[in-house]
């Protein structure tokens, strides 16, 4: 069953941390909240597993209506950042205890538990209380104990944020992996960009209590419709257009560096003047100054900056018309298709490709 939030209201005081959120989570998929913190991604999980009321809107779990359903009703699974196992329970107990407040029987625990263990691979750890379990074990078991009543869905609240880097990576992909395995709907809150890429089958990103933009990882890397999104996924190149263009009333003509860039189909569809466009480092080709390119959307620069980081370098470069502006480049490896890298104070052609540059509102 799909999960289907509909204008969803949520206000503290003057502040409203949820301004009109509507959402469709497909079943059997993991959904990322993305989003700067402050953003409103807890309130918004806490208002799906019912322990924040929400002020108007609708929370329907195929067609029964949550809104009002009290979180013990909900039977969510629900794991938080910092460890919330009951300290003075081993690691089984812990898992079992939701069990006997449903008034599952001895065996159908005992069963149920062993389940859980093997699906976290911890089963080696059942004696054990929760100080004496590494953070990643802990919330490991933390994640088998929201599973073991068989939840409709699993709710996570950063539950990886405590972890060091090399433990969070690979939770991540067991998490992924145990998510697919089980096939339940999923919601993950996270402001790590790079844990969503990793993870989501769809992110959710999220500025001061609405939504900017859903879409698949892919999607809003390539095609972010926002400088908000461009810039919080991944390093995007914002570039404001010429005076010029601003003047004009139709906005077609995208005057940048004393050149029109042209852009392609996907993005031709803008109907309001536009006034900044979007390349993602990687997309730029830096060529020899004066070198001929196929079409218009190049221009010469200097480069101001190099730094050499092994698998890439990433320069950054200053077109002589636009001397205001930084474009940061990135290049695979430490040479371009000339094989050298330019150096601090080089002239050269900075290229455009039409198919990189996007259109951001
Ligand atoms: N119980 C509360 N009382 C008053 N204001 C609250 C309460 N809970 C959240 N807020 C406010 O609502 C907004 C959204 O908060 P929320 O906790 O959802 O953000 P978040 O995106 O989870 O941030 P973080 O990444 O820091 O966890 C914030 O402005 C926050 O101060
Ligand atoms: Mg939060």
């Given at each position: 069953m799909d999960l289907n939030?509909?204008?969803?209201?949520?206000?503290?005081?003057?502040?409203?941390?949820?301004?009109?959120?509507?959402?469709n989570i497909p079943h059997g998929s993991l959904v990322c909240f993305l989003g700067p913190s402050g953003c409103g991604k807890t309130t918004l999980l806490r208002a799906v597993a019912g322990l924040e009321d929400i002020d108007s809107g609708k929370i329907m779990l195929g067609d029964a209506d949550l809104s009002h359903t009290p979180a013990r009703s909900r039977n969510f699974g629900v794991v938080f950042q910092s460890?919330?196992?009951?300290?003075?329970?081993?690691?089984?107990?812990?898992?079992?205890?939701g069990l006997e407040c449903r008034s599952w029987t001895k065996a159908q625990i005992a069963t149920r538990v062993r389940e859980m263990l093997d699906l976290v691979h911890l089963d080696s750890q059942a004696e054990k209380l929760p100080a004496q379990m590494s953070g990643g074990q802990q919330q490991r078991i933390a994640i088998a104990r929201a599973l073991a009543p068989n939840p409709s869905l699993l709710l996570l609240d950063e539950p990886l944020s405590a972890l060091d880097a090399k433990v969070r990576e690979e939770l991540r992909n067991e998490i992924r992996a145990l998510q697919k395995r089980v096939g339940i709907t999923t919601i993950m809150v996270t402001h790590d960009q790079e844990e969503a890429l990793a993870m989501a089958d769809v992110?959710?990103?999220?500025?001061?209590?609405?939504?900017?933009?859903?879409?698949t990882p892919q999607m809003l890397y390539q095609q972010p419709q926002t400088s908000?999104?461009?810039?919080?996924?991944?390093?995007?190149?914002?570039?404001?257009?010429?005076?010029?263009?601003?003047?004009?009333?139709?906005?077609?003509?995208l005057h940048f560096a004393d050149k029109i860039l042209k852009l392609d189909h996907s993005n031709s569809g803008h109907t309001a003047p536009?006034?900044?466009?979007?390349?993602?480092?990687?997309?730029?080709?830096?060529?020899?100054?004066?070198?001929?390119?196929?079409?218009?959307?190049?221009?010469?620069?200097?480069i101001r900056s190099q730094i050499y980081l092994g698998?890439?370098?990433r320069l950054e470069v200053v077109p002589d018309k636009r001397p205001d502006i930084k474009i940061s480049v990135e290049m695979h490896g430490a040479?371009?298709?000339?094989?050298?890298?330019?150096q601090t104070g080089d002239a050269v052609t900075v290229h455009l490709p039409a198919d990189a540059l996007r259109v951001l509102s």
């Open positions: 939030i509909q204008n969803v209201i949520k206000q503290y005081g003057s502040v409203k941390a949820l301004d009109n959120v509507s959402l460890y919330s196992l009951f300290p003075h329970m081993t690691a089984a107990r812990n898992i079992a205890y992110i959710v990103v999220m500025k001061d209590g609405h939504i900017e933009q859903t879409g908000f999104v461009a810039d919080f996924i991944g390093r995007m190149n914002i570039l404001t257009l010429d005076k010029a263009t601003e003047d004009k009333a139709t906005g077609n003509d536009v006034s900044k466009v979007g390349i993602r480092p990687e997309s730029i080709n830096l060529l020899p100054a004066a070198q001929a390119v196929a079409d218009d959307n190049h221009f010469p620069a200097i698998h890439i370098s040479a371009n298709k000339t094989g050298v890298l330019p």
